[in-house]
């Protein structure tokens, strides 16, 4: 995932665009996902989703590939409001909960616009990119720390992956039982090896000169405020859509 969300930010038609205003476009439609009533968040996913395809040019196949990622974590935040478990007279009782489906309803908007509008940052530009825009003298080492942060959790994950995909080519988890031993030893020595990689990129770090300030070579690109102008006026005109259509009373 992390080679890809690298590859789609430096590969795309809008690579060369000042990352200020994706920022724009991008906090501007995760504002609106988070403060405009149902379906503003529906409304939300669908103009990042044909502004992310066809600007860009991201690949649709790729998109619905990264967006099935935390779409898969917001149906279980879904099914958590949705259902009410609880324990009467020494007996368990499942049903829905009271003001379930409405709670369910918002919570899917919000998050698939809010999702979508991350997405798009995402995307887009690449991970030194924010960096460097938000780098200031008295924030440089929050900076470098979550550039570090970022570079290991894809570490932790790749690592997870390569072990697992060794253990699957020696029939690993043919049965339930070697299943449960396969990862009871892929947990047991996964944090090592990432551990061992971590130590890796810090001897790799100290061999180029580290000296308490990671050095980004970034892009210098203009600023188009036309650009910046027209973001703004899609996400006004939006909002005005939402928040002035009549359904939105009954959906809502």
Known sequence: M?????????????????????????GGMLLLALL?????????????????????????????????????????????????????QGSFSLGLAP???????????????????????????????WIALVRHPALREVGDLALLIYRFIFTFFRTAQTLRTAQE?????????????????????????VLDRVRGMETGMAVRGYEGQMLLLTRQERLSWRSVTGFLAVEALLAMVVLLAPWVHYVG
């Open 99 to 129: 003001q379930g489906a409405e709670l369910a309803w918002k919570l899917l908007n919000r998050a698939l616009g809010a999702s979508s509008a991350m997405l798009f940052l995402a995307l887009t530009t690449p991970i030194a990119e």
């Open 169 to 193: 080519a020696r029939n690993g988890y043919r049965t339930l039982r070697t299943g449960m031993h396969s990862a009871g030893l892929l947990l047991s020595r996964l944090l090592i090896r």
């Open 2 to 26: 992390h080679q890809l969300l690298d590859c789609c930010a430096y590969d795309n038609r809008w690579s060369r665009r000042h990352p200020l205003e994706k920022l724009v476009f991008g």
């Open 36 to 88: 405009l009533p149902p379906p503003g968040g529906l409304a939300v996913l669908a103009t990042v989703s044909v502004v992310t395809l066809l600007g860009p040019r991201i690949n649709p196949l790729v998109y619905l590939k990264v967006l099935a990622l935390p779409f898969f974590f917001i149906l279980l935040g879904i099914g958590s409001v949705l259902i009410s478990l609880s324990l009467e």
